[in-house]
């Protein structure tokens, strides 16, 4: 009987799973393996409060996987040397696995794959979490769009032409396994993944890991939330948005999994309903877009995209960075959201942008401080749509927020939080000490800064 390996990565499910669907159908001996392998991820080396989800998360696929007869094995280290040499020791006749898009992953599996098929192994890599290819949705002119409008207008008219096939579901029964007592694998706690100091105990009173918690929590919202998910998104004291941004990053979940959702409420609801359904696909859209741009320009996960924008723009304060992780600068909205992210693992999408807009506009300071922030303490931390918010707002991507555009979070809290419920459930000690900055002042900084590197770009500095 051929022997295969099927190597989960950011696709830990079994439904909609186009790779464990090939194993499966090659009626095989399935070995399932994850491998762990930071230093292939440098430099953003897996986050903390990432590396929590992923231990739980692969601990459901592992329950998962156990109830139809195979085990998963981990392993730690290179998954350059780890696959030829299982491959190798378990004579395995092909290695399957879903798609990576961040640029160094997919030069990695392109390379390594190269390798074991050059000896004779057969490798199948399949796209599965996106709804389009990165480089696959291009402007007239076959280049990539840099403004997400005209892209999602494209990206749309696809989706409307053919919905995103659904992989067979997994016939029931167990599978084929390989034995279990693989060289070189050891348990999940080997992975070390978890911290010891045990901050993120308190993670779990706030989420559900698993594909089974994405699974209810997709009928959920579609059952109760998503006709007025667009008059309730932007209000961070309300649950008003889907919350599945760590499950769409993890797998567990995935966006044709949500469209084929979403499709047939198009022709179900009333106008507003509809409404909120196109405005959700949409920020489905800026995932795709964040997507496109990482893989097209793969520097803007290191640097700005703009070179107006390179490190000496930004200011030094190691104090006042200090202060902004830890929501203490003394303006309310900033310090709710930072605690809000502290706690929880997650900020709501404006107050992400108000709190990064306080970072490099008030105070001035570099984008990847804040993104590095992010990247340790979100349990979506994920590199396309971390680096395109970061750059959004601090003005120096692509479509980015003009440079004028500064979030004053005190109006910002008057329009989105005006009874001050969220503020108040994240901070105890109001009324809060005076602010960190002046908002005025470091706005019209802010402005003359940017005004004059605007201005270093048209040949007339400022
Ligand atoms: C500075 C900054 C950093 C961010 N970092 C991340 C990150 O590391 N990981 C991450 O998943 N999102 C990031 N976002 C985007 C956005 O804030 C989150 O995706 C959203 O808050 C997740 O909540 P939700 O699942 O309830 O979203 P919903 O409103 O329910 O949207 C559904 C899904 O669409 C996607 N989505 C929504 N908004 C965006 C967006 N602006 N960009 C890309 N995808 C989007 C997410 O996958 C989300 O789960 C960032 C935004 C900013 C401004």
């Known amino acids: 009987m051929r022997k295969v390996v099927i190597w989960f990565r950011r696709d830990l499910r079994l ?104 000896e004779g192994v057969q490798t199948n890599l399949f796209d599965s979490s996106l709804l389009f290819r990165p480089g696959s949705i291009l402007n007239k002119q076959g280049k990539p769009y840099r403004v997400f409008t005209p892209f999602w207008r494209s990206a749309r008219q696809h989706l409307e032409a053919s919905t995103p096939p659904a992989v067979p579901a997994m016939p029931t029964g167990n599978l084929q396994a390989i034995r279990q007592d693989t060289a070189g694998s050891g348990s999940l706690e080997d992975l070390g993944l978890l911290d010891n100091n045990p901050w993120h ?91 496109q741009v990482l893989w097209n320009y793969p520097q803007t996960s290191r640097q700005s995209m703009n070179p107006r924008f390179h490190d000496d723009f930004w200011k030094d304060d190691t104090e006042a960075l200090h202060a902004w992780q830890h929501g203490t600068t003394g303006i309310d909205l900033v310090d709710a959201g930072m605690r809000e992210l502290w706690e929880t693992g ?49 003005g120096c991507g692509v479509d980015a927020a003009p440079y004028y555009r500064i979030f004053n979070p005190l109006r910002q809290a008057k329009k989105f939080d005006s009874s001050g419920i969220y503020v108040d459930r994240w901070i105890a000690e109001r009324p809060c000490s005076p602010g960190l900055v002046d908002l005025e002042t470091s706005r019209r900084d802010a402005l003359e800064r940017y005004k004059h590197a605007a201005n270093i770009r048209d040949g007339a500095p400022g």
């Not at 970072?359 to 300071?365: A, M």
Request: aromatic share 10%; with cysteine; proline share 5%.
């Open 201 to 291: 105990e308190k993670l779990h009173s706030h989420w559900e890991v698993g594909e089974r918690a994405a699974q209810h929590k997709l009928e959920n919202f579609l059952n109760t939330g998503i006709g007025e998910y667009k008059s309730r998104r932007e209000f961070p004291a309300l649950k008003g948005s889907s919350r599945l941004s760590p499950h769409l990053h993890f797998g567990e979940i995935t966006p044709g999994q949500i469209y084929r959702s979403l499709e047939p409420l198009l022709h179900l609801r009333n106008v507003a309903e509809r409404s909120s359904i196109e405005c959700l696909l949409s920020e489905l859209g800026w995932r795709e877009f964040a997507y």
């Open 346 to 394: 997650w900020m709501h999408n404006r107050v992400r942008m108000v709190t990064a807009s306080f970072l490099t506009k008030n105070l001035g300071l570099h984008w990847l401080h804040g993104a590095r922030w992010f990247w340790d303490t979100l349990v979506d931390a994920d590199l396309a749509s971390n680096s395109l918010g970061w750059q959004w707002v601090a």
């Open 15 to 118: 439904d909609d799973n186009p790779a464990l669907n090939l194993a499966i159908s090659l009626q095989a001996q399935i070995l399932p393996i994850y491998i762990h392998s930071p230093e292939e991820e440098a430099p953003w080396f897996p986050g903390g409060a990432s590396r929590w989800w992923l231990h739980h998360s692969l601990r459901k696929l592992e329950q998962e996987l156990s109830g139809r007869g195979l085990a998963l094995h981990y392993f730690l280290g290179n998954a350059r040397d780890i696959l030829p040499s299982l491959v190798c020791s378990e004579n395995i006749d092909a290695v399957i696995a879903n798609r990576l898009y961040e640029p160094h992953l997919a030069r990695r599996d392109e390379e390594l794959f190269g390798r074991l098929s050059a």
